[in-house]
């Protein structure tokens, strides 16, 4: 069984583990002060060609957002995101734990533009409600989609003639940056929101995000609220060596362009083969719809989630391929998709 269900099943690239051995007997500093990390953060920083950020290393995704957002937001503000946001559905009411209502916009490509905001704030009115005050997105987004640059732009705009902070979960930042369709560099999110996280944990990396916080007004005491949701460990150095050999030179991007490019085959041959998809992707993530008989035929060799219900015989599944993906699996996953179409004869 090959598996397909996501981007984070395999350990970590072979440098990675490399540098962990080779540094293993090394004491340094806890709590992020190691050398490491601190070589790490400044890498970040040219990469964003600004020196004036505070870059802070945890553990996974969930546990930074609800950091962020708990530590951004006073205790009647909310946060705002989109109806398939991973906040909303898929972190166990992280957010709502620490005491904030996430006020959810209907879209349909996954994306947060002004248009679904606006009638946010004119239905929240005063002191009777929860005050709106961060917008959550993430790029790419649940379904695969990505921001272009305007649409960021637009967004950004938007938030600050609104005194909203705009937060951008990264945790697939790699694939979006490296997608055919991108025309955003890393270096641009600085001046476009207030903070965001680059995802290691689902590009190569054993474990470990970098949040970025560009506004000066953020930054005050965060380690304080690291330390009290549980994420300053004490081996900082495990986070720190990852992220240094991840940007000391291009592995990060090349990582994701190879899940990219894995993705694009299947993508490809999918469409030629007849079939079309729930949302267009430009990511790691692609969604096929497929006849539920080849989607339980193709599921007794591989792995993945069936996604949404279309009609009493289609479903559409969710394939995500990884940094680790191999090129055979993609080849034999085609090669059987085709094959069973022609078995149960659909497709082309």
């Given amino acids: 069984m090959y598996s397909f269900k996501d981007d984070y099943s395999e350990g970590a690239h072979p440098r990675i583990l490399n540098a962990l051995v080779e540094s293993n007997l090394e004491p340094l500093d ?59 559905g898929h972190e166990t009411g992280a957010i709502e734990a620490t005491g904030h209502k996430i006020l959810s916009c209907e879209v349909s490509d996954g994306k947060l533009a002004p248009e679904h905001i606006k009638p946010v704030l004119e239905a929240h009115t005063d002191e009777h409600m929860v005050k709106p005050k961060l917008v959550y ?14 649409e960021l732009q637009q967004l950004s705009r938007f938030c600050r003639e609104n005194n909203l902070l705009l937060y951008l979960d990264g945790a697939r930042l790699g694939s979006a940056l490296c997608s055919e369709e991108n025309d955003l560099q890393l270096s641009d999110l600085g001046g476009l929101v207030d903070a965001f996280y680059i995802g290691g944990t689902k590009n190569g990396a054993l474990l470990g995000e970098a949040l970025v916080i560009c506004t000066d007004s953020l930054k005050a005491d965060f380690r304080y609220y690291i330390k009290q949701k549980g994420g300053l460990l004490a081996k900082g ?38 079939y079309s998809f729930l949302t267009h992707s430009a990511s790691n993530q692609i969604f096929p719809i497929l006849p539920n008989r080849l989607i339980a035929r193709l599921q ?49």
Wanted: glycine letters at 8%.
């Fill in 237 to 274: 150095r495990v986070l720190g060596l990852q992220f240094l050999e991840l940007f000391k030179d291009d592995l990060y991007f090349d990582l994701a362009r190879h899940a990219n490019a894995m993705a694009g085959l299947l993508r490809n041959e999918i469409s030629r083969a007849g």
């Fill in 30 to 88: 806890g709590y992020g002060e190691d050398k490491y990390t601190l070589q790490a953060i400044e890498l970040i920083k040219q990469r964003m060609k600004r020196n004036d950020l505070d870059i802070h290393l945890l553990s996974g995704g969930t546990q930074t957002n609800l950091t962020v957002i708990s530590s951004f937001l006073r205790p009647h503000e909310a946060a705002i995101a989109a109806n398939t946001g991973h906040i909303l």
């Fill in 300 to 348: 007794e060799k591989y792995l993945f989630y069936v996604w949404a219900k279309i009609d009493a015989d289609h479903s559409a599944i969710r394939i995500v391929t990884s940094w680790a993906t191999k090129e055979e699996a993609v080849s034999a996953f085609i090669n059987d998709l085709r094959g069973t179409s022609r078995d149960e004869g659909t497709g082309s």
């Fill in 137 to 150: 997105i993430s790029n790419p987004t649940e379904i695969g989609s990505i921001y272009t640059k305007p």
